[in-house]
């Protein structure tokens, strides 16, 4: 079927409130308004005031009761409007869901879903644009996905309520409106492991969430000019799935990672890093980054595409390496 | 000074000396507490809850079973009237394995699920959205059990106190909330951090039934908490008790009290809830001199009997340094995407 992303998604909380009557949906705005992004329209009407709650402007307590009730045997997806109020919550995240199945020596667990919209690209300036999900792949004790497929969309949920731990869904802003053909049986999917979206030989382009369609339209320039790119989706930031990172990379022998947060101590930084303590004798160049310029994102449209991680730039990044190493 | 409380219904001989007995395991875990920090075997922060003891030992035989307790980082009274064996308790302190979080937590972060106490949070004011939560999924699931949330004066400045009570009374959900005004967020006084210092005024203000109880009363206190838990369990929404009381141990073991009089100090141990309540059990004629000094004697024993136990623990093996992160890897839920 045709459909979209956000589609996606709602197809998988109805499924989720249908098949698991411990699951209700909370957040600001997410019954009556629809959800700010309109993910979770109709699903008031269709399961009632109870399961689908509209919060407060309570970000804190409405995660932390949240984690509250994960505690007391409830499935809850609490909806974060995005990343930026997230940090409103920060500490029940970091300071409860992550820690309390270690504080408490493993009696409890919180099995939590959280989701939020991440990235810039639609002009809403530096606070509610930003890429944090990096950050949060930081904190030990928490599961971080980034689905940036329609299939992931629709798929991920599923498998995150059955954890036993805290799992933060981050959704890219961008990719709501994005269409496209999802199986009609499409359903759950692991939430463990990266996967090749393109396949290619001469170069490994590792990338997640919002940049993934912008990776794959530079690959598919370098492609023009000689060069078969591989194209990673990491799927989970945390845990990482080095296993598939590392087998491409060790074939290709080259890497760029495209990552729509900061570089200065980011995600890209920890997998840069961690490639090269595991495979720096078989590289042929130094793993490439390809990041946001480190500034708040401004509002113009010009400065936010001259901000973000754009195609020209990963294929820019991508020739100077092939160039500057080939024999 | 004369004092004309009668015994309540419900209070027989043996009633009061158990909830005597209670309040003197507290204060006499929190003093071994103390020597064993002195002694490098309890290490970290280590808030001692002498002088509050009538609070936990009033408010515990209010609750049933079924019923949730949310405390602080100040909370082995809690632990201990809530039923966490001192042995457990003890060894936690020393973080030993054999402590009731297994030694990952410390002083700090005691829990019990199977008494349904869910810590021991070290962030002021962090266990409150939490115990929303927990009545919430008591609601949704159709359970009519109450959770009871401890916290300090220092919490009601945080904005999690605001938004938790708001966001139960908003939703109905059977919380009772449990102020112990100590009179100071660690080194600050109320009146020079709150511009309202009438606590209750404050519930109030988000429509919770709400009162204050002398904390240094243990009839006081186990009577409006079981007027609280009446109220809460009628599932017409959370209520609100300040319980007025006083540590007279410093903050924390790193504490020099710059910031109180040693005259106000001595002025609430006056009022010393033990003795208050001791004092009460022989005008009522409930316990002769002899059965305080046999309680005195057991509690000593069960005290050293604990600390045996604390001592003889075991260390958890560093290899299992990386456990109880997350759940150890399962099978997964769907067979994995093919690439």
């Known amino acids: 079927m045709t459909t979209t992303y956000r589609e996606a998604i709602r197809m998988a909380l109805r499924e989720a409130l249908q098949r698991d009557p411990r699951v209700f949906l909370m957040g600001e705005d997410v019954g009556a308004y629809g959800g700010s992004y309109a993910v979770s329209k109709g699903l008031l009407r269709e399961?009632?005031?109870?399961?689908i709650r509209d919060t407060p402007l309570s970000e804190s307590a409405f995660v932390g009761a949240g984690i509250g009730a994960a505690l007391a045997g409830a499935r809850p997806i609490v909806e974060v409007m995005t990343v930026n109020f997230s940090l409103l919550a920060?500490?029940?995240?970091?300071?409860?869901?992550?820690?309390?199945?270690?504080?408490?020596?493993?009696?409890?667990?919180?099995?939590?879903?959280i989701r939020m919209a991440t990235g810039a690209g639609r002009q809403l300036a530096a606070q509610h644009a930003h890429s944090l999900e990096g950050w949060y792949a930081h904190i030990?004790?928490?599961?971080?996905?980034?689905?940036?497929?329609?299939?992931?969309?629709?798929?991920?949920?599923?498998?995150?309520?059955?954890?036993?731990?805290?799992?933060?869904?981050?959704?890219?802003?961008?990719?709501?409106?994005?269409?496209?053909i999802l199986a009609d049986d499409a359903g759950a999917v692991d939430i463990d492991h990266a996967v090749v979206r393109r396949p290619g030989r001469d170069i490994s382009l590792l990338t997640y969430g919002g940049t993934l369609g912008k990776t794959l339209a530079a690959a598919e320039t370098l492609t023009a000019r000689g060069i078969d790119a591989e194209v990673i989706d990491l799927r989970s930031l945390r845990p990482l799935d080095m296993s598939v990172l590392e087998s491409s990379v060790r074939r290709t022998r080259r890497a760029v990672i495209v990552d729509e947060g900061w570089r200065s101590g980011s995600l890209s930084a920890e997998i840069s890093a961690r490639l090269h303590e595991s495979l720096f004798y078989e590289l042929d160049a130094p793993i490439a980054r390809v990041c946001t310029a480190e500034v708040p994102i401004p509002y113009p449209r010009h400065l936010e595409e001259a901000a973000l991680p754009q195609p020209p730039a990963i294929v820019a990044a991508v020739q100077q390496l092939v160039s500057a190493h080939h024999g | 000074?004369?004092?004309?409380?009668?015994?309540?219904?419900?209070?027989?001989?043996?009633?009061?000396?158990?909830?005597?007995?209670?309040?003197?395991?507290?204060?006499?875990?929190?003093?071994?507490?103390?020597?064993?920090?002195?002694?490098?075997?309890?290490?970290?922060?280590?808030?001692?809850?002498?002088?509050?003891?009538?609070?936990?030992?009033?408010?515990?035989p209010a609750l049933g079973p079924d019923?949730?307790?949310?405390?602080?980082?100040?909370?082995?009274?809690?632990?201990?009237?809530?039923?966490?064996?001192?042995?457990?308790?003890?060894?936690?302190?020393?973080?030993?394995?054999?402590?009731?979080?297994?030694?990952?937590?410390?002083?700090?972060?005691?829990?019990?699920?199977?008494?349904?106490?869910?810590?021991?949070?070290?962030?002021?004011?962090?266990?409150?959205?939490?115990?929303?939560?927990?009545?919430?999924?008591?609601?949704?699931?159709?359970?009519?059990?109450?959770?009871?949330?401890?916290?300090g004066d220092g919490a009601v400045a945080e904005g999690e106190f605001h938004e938790s009570l708001n966001l139960a009374s908003l939703w109905k959900l059977p919380v009772l909330f449990l102020c112990e005004n100590n009179l100071y967020a660690m080194g600050t006084r109320l009146d020079r951090a709150q511009s309202q210092i009438d606590l209750v005024t404050k519930a109030r203000s988000y429509r919770l039934p709400s009162e204050a109880a002398d904390g240094m009363d243990l009839l006081a206190v186990e009577a409006a908490t079981r007027r609280g838990v009446e109220l809460v369990r009628r599932g017409e929404g959370p209520a609100f008790i300040e319980f007025r009381t006083y540590r007279f141990r410093a903050h924390s073991m790193f504490d020099a009290e710059l910031y109180r009089d040693k005259a106000e100090v001595e002025l609430w141990k006056t009022r010393d809830p033990l003795a208050i309540f001791a004092a009460r059990l022989h005008r009522w004629g409930h316990v002769t001199d002899a059965a305080l000094a046999d309680v005195d004697r057991e509690v000593a024993a069960e005290m050293a009997d604990a600390v045996r136990f604390a001592e003889a623990g075991t260390w958890e093996p560093v290899e299992d340094l990386l456990t109880e992160v997350v759940a150890p890897a399962a099978a997964p839920a769907v067979a994995s995407l093919a690439s």
Not at chain 2, 39 to 59: D, N, S
Request: hydrophobic fraction near 45%.
């Open chain 1, 90 to 113: 920060l500490d029940q995240i970091v300071n409860n869901a992550a820690t309390l199945r270690h504080m408490s020596g493993g009696q409890l667990n919180v099995p939590i879903v």
């Open chain 1, 140 to 180: 030990p004790g928490l599961r971080i996905v980034t689905p940036a497929t329609l299939a992931d969309a629709r798929g991920m949920l599923w498998t995150a309520l059955q954890s036993p731990d805290p799992v933060l869904i981050f959704e890219h802003q961008t990719l709501y409106n994005m269409e496209g």
């Open chain 2, 1 to 60: 000074m004369t004092d004309a409380v009668l015994p309540p219904a419900h209070f027989d001989a043996a009633v009061g000396l158990a909830r005597y007995r209670e309040m003197l395991r507290i204060r006499r875990f929190e003093e071994a507490c103390a020597e064993l920090y002195s002694a490098g075997k309890i290490r970290g922060f280590l808030h001692l809850y002498i002088g509050e003891e009538a609070v936990a030992a009033g408010t515990m």
């Open chain 1, 47 to 51: 399961f009632g005031p109870d399961r």
């Open chain 2, 67 to 151: 019923d949730a307790v949310v405390a602080t980082y100040r909370e082995h009274g809690q632990a201990l009237a809530r039923g966490v064996p001192s042995r457990a308790l003890m060894a936690e302190m020393f973080g030993k394995r054999e402590g009731c979080s297994r030694g990952r937590g410390g002083s700090m972060h005691v829990f019990d699920a199977a008494r349904r106490f869910y810590g021991g949070n070290a962030i002021v004011g962090g266990g409150l959205p939490i115990a929303v939560g927990l009545a919430l999924a008591d609601v949704l699931a159709h359970r009519p059990r109450v959770t009871a949330c401890f916290f």
